[in-house]
Every structure is written in C-alpha cells, then in structure tokens.
C-alpha cells in the first residue's frame, strides 16, 4: 500500500520516455528474444520468396534449403549472441552461393547480422568484420564464376552502407545514453542540494529561535527571581520601587523578545533563505547587554559593518549573555567587547562567576549554545573559542569574524 505522506513521482513524459527507449542498450532491452524470433520468422519468410520467385525462378536444393533456413534461425540470438549469430550465418552462406543457389535469397539474413554487430560492436571490430566478409564473399562469387563476381562487387555498396548505418546507430545510442545519464545526474544534483538548503534553513531556525527564546527565558527568569526576592526576604519593607522595577524589566524583556521574534517570522515568510528580512545588528547591542545587567565597550570602528557580520556577532553575544546569566551565579560580573582590528571584528566575552556548580565545567556543554555560536562563526569564515578563563576565575567566549565574510565548508 503506497504510503499517504510519499508524493507519486510523476510519470515521465513523452520526450523523456522517447529518449529512454533510445538510450537503452539493445542487449538489455525488454522482449528482445520474442522481438528477435519474430523478426527472424519474418526474414525466413523474405528469403523463402526470394528462393522460389527470384534469379529466374532457379530455386535451392535440399542442402541449398537446409543452408538457407541455418541463416535466419540463428538471428533468434542475434542481440545475446552477436559475434557468433554473425559467424553461424555466414558459414552457411559460404557454401550456400558457392552451390551456386539463388544468391539474393540469403541477401536479408547476411545484411540483418552484419547490421546488429555493427550496432553492438567497436567501430574498428566492424571495420576488420566488414573487410573479412566482404573478401569473402568476393572470393566466393568468383569461385563460381566470373558473372557472378561481378555482381558481387556490385552489392559490395550495400554491405558498406548497412555497416556504416549500424556504426552510426551505435554513435548515436551512445551519445542519446550521455545526454539521459547527464539529466539523471543533474536531476540528482538538484535534489540533493534541495536537500541541503532544506537541511541549512532549519538549522539557521534552530539556531535564531534557540538565541531569541533562550535569551528571553533567562533574563525572564532572573528578571522574576529578583522580583520573588525582594517580596520574601522581608515583606515589612517591601520595597515597591525595586519590584516595580523588575517587573518593567520583564516586561521590556518580553517586548524586545516580541520584537525579535517577529523579525525571525519576517525572515522565514521572506521567499527563500536569502530573504530581505531584517537582521540584529551592533546599533542593539546596548539594549542587549544593558538588560543583562553587563558591561559594553564598543569599538567598531569607520564605515559601515557587513550585515552578517553584524547579525552574527548580535547572536554570539546574546548567546554568550544568557550563558553568563544562567551558568556564572548571583552577583557574577560580565564584560562585553567588540573591537575592529584591520579587517576583523574581535568579540569578547567574559565573567567572573564562580559560585554556580555549571561554572566548573564549560557551560552550554549539554546543550547547543557553544555549537550554535560556532555556527555563527564559520557562517561568515570566522573562528570562535570558549572556554574557562585563564587569568582569573570564569568563562571565556572569544570570536574572529573577517569582515569579508565567506561561506564556510561543511
């Protein structure tokens, strides 16, 4: 039963079949031994006519028929069996003309066998064949008499130009064979690179919701664990001010969430992965950073900044916030740093949080966020590294990002 969720394949059209057909090798193709016996059926049938109705009705004897009929059975084999089906008739045509038969009779079987080899074999294999049948068959008629011979030489054209037909067919069987082969591997080409951006554009979605919504959530909930702190340490000075204040924090945090997530939805309705939608840039890294509660130094330096550059940098250090946030501990102190050095922007981003156990190991170790900023990074030819720090207690993210940017290999 064909499952519901697989789309049928479309059936192919006429040209495509047309082309198939003709590309097919002639010893693979379907009902060829039923074609073929047929065919030889039909050419027994053309040669006995030929016999009894042709070179002034002088008709074969018993051996003369017995050879006749040995050059149209074998042609049954003549696409399984080419070289030898070749052989066998030609051995009965010999001594058939040199009985001095009614030689047109077994003209249709000898042309039928020299054509299929030349259809099958190397042009220089037919060439040698052609030259051996037909000094053959020169040396054959001449043994019988000089008329005869001369008549041979005369039907000498025919032999050539059946054999020059089937080394064209072949030629051109080939070239049908490139032409089908080059379509299917194109056609495989375009599925699998459909494949790819299919495969690239979720993980792009992955890594935008995982920044926006992990970011958010984060702050939300330190945002709210202030809030519930202020409300049970002591609730005889409430201080109203100070709750007051972490709610319009998780507030203007759900609005920038808002905001960016309906930036990511612009993208994705855009048409295609390349689309015109709005990307995060430096010029909202202040808002970012001030509402994690962490320190900015920017310097990025005269002229403008590619956009992707941009927007991956935005999303190294919003990941490398909510890392921060969640990993480094209460009261942990985190600096941001961006700095453009010749054609690079440098980002830096560190803390000094010791207390939470997730501190002693890298952060985001569980997860997808060190794996996510690295993407960001190798999306536009950068490098990134994170880890502990070395000069003091904390953790570590440092980014390269060219400002050139390149598609990274896979």
């Known amino acids: 039963m064909q499952d519901s969720h697989t789309a049928p394949r479309p059936r192919p059209r006429l040209g495509e079949r047309v082309l198939t057909a003709m590309s097919r090798d002639p010893l693979t193709a379907p009902h060829r031994a039923r074609n073929d016996a047929i065919l030889a059926a039909g050419v027994g049938l053309v040669s006995l006519l030929l016999a009894l109705f042709v070179d002034e009705g002088r008709r074969p004897d018993a051996l003369g028929w017995a050879l006749l009929a040995g050059t149209a059975v074998p042609l049954v084999w003549r696409r399984s069996r080419t070289g030898l089906v070749l052989v066998a008739v030609l051995l009965c045509v010999a001594p058939y003309h040199a009985l001095d038969n009614a030689h047109a009779a077994p003209v249709p ?91 690239e554009e979720r993980l792009r979605i992955a890594r935008d919701l995982h920044d926006l919504l992990a970011h958010s959530i984060t702050l ?41 997530l309906r930036a990511t939805l612009e993208v994705l309705r855009a048409d295609g992965p390349d689309g015109d939608g709005p990307l995060p840039g430096l010029a909202a890294l202040p808002g970012l950073v001030r509402a994690a509660g962490a320190r900015l130094t920017l310097d990025a330096g005269e002229g403008a900044l590619p956009p992707a550059v941009e927007a991956a940098a935005y999303r190294i250090v919003q990941e490398s916030l909510t890392n921060a946030v969640r990993h480094g501990g209460a009261g942990a102190r985190v600096d941001v740093a961006l700095e453009r050095r010749g054609e690079e922007l440098h980002v830096t981003v560190t803390d000094d949080g010791t207390s939470s156990p997730a501190a002693e190991k890298p952060y985001g170790s569980s997860g997808f966020g060190i794996i996510g900023m690295r993407e960001r990074a190798r999306s536009v030819g950068g490098t990134l590294s994170a880890g502990p720090r070395t000069d003091a207690a904390g953790f570590e993210v440092a980014a390269m990002l060219p400002l050139q940017p390149t598609e990274a290999a896979a």
Request: with cysteine.
């Open 220 to 260: 939300i909930g330190v945002q709210t664990s202030v809030a519930s702190h202020v409300l049970t340490v002591d609730p005889d000075r409430l201080d109203r001010a100070q709750i007051a204040e972490a709610l319009d924090d998780i507030a203007e945090t759900c609005r920038t969430a808002r905001g960016e």
């Open 109 to 199: 079987a000898s042309l039928l066998a020299l054509y299929t080899f030349a259809a099958t074999a190397r042009p220089l294999h037919t060439l040698l064949v052609g030259g051996g049948v037909i000094g053959i068959t020169l040396t054959v008629m001449f043994g019988v008499g000089a008329h005869e011979g001369l008549e041979a030489l005369r039907t000498t054209g025919w032999i050539l130009a059946v054999l020059v037909f089937g080394v064209d067919v072949r030629v051109y069987r080939l070239y049908i064979a490139s032409v089908v082969g080059r379509a299917e591997r194109a056609e495989r080409t375009r599925e699998e690179e459909a494949a790819r951006r299919v495969a």
